[in-house]
Nanobody, 116 residues
Framework: QVQLVESGGGLVQPGGSLRLSCAHSGTIFSISAMGWYRQAPGKQRELVASITSGGSTNYADSVKGRFTISRDNAKKTVYLQLNSLKPEDTAIYYC??????????WGQGTQVTVSS
């Protein structure tokens, strides 16, 4: 079974940056669409960004121009660069992979806290 392991979260001041990583353990990474989601306390999990196997990207309106998703197929890793962070970006960030439009697995999550 594929495992996804996120890393890179932490505490950062408003306006700061973080880079999240998600390592995929399987052999099908190159054909998987990858996504980053987040869930803040008391809120539903929401899609932040996604990237197809071909490299096409999609972003939530709230993060456009600030966050960048990318992938390295050789390392079987997807990244999320978070710039110009705001307190409202505070959440647990989860990585997922999809095949055929269906999410097959989630990572354990990494906490991002934006606070002065």
């Amino acid at each position: 079974q594929v495992q996804l392991v996120e890393s890179g979260g932490g505490l950062v001041q408003p306006g700061g940056s973080l880079r999240l990583s998600c390592a995929h353990s399987g052999t099908i990474f190159s054909i998987s669409a990858m996504g980053w989601y987040r869930q803040a306390p008391g809120k539903q999990r929401e899609l932040v960004a996604s990237i197809t196997s071909g490299g096409s990207t999609n972003y939530a309106d709230s993060v456009k121009g600030r966050f960048t998703i990318s992938r390295d197929n050789a390392k079987k890793t997807v990244y999320l660069q978070l710039n110009s962070l705001k307190p409202e970006d505070t959440a647990i960030y989860y990585c997922s992979y999809s095949i055929g439009g269906t999410i097959r697995s989630w990572g354990q999550g990494t906490q991002v806290t934006v606070s002065s």
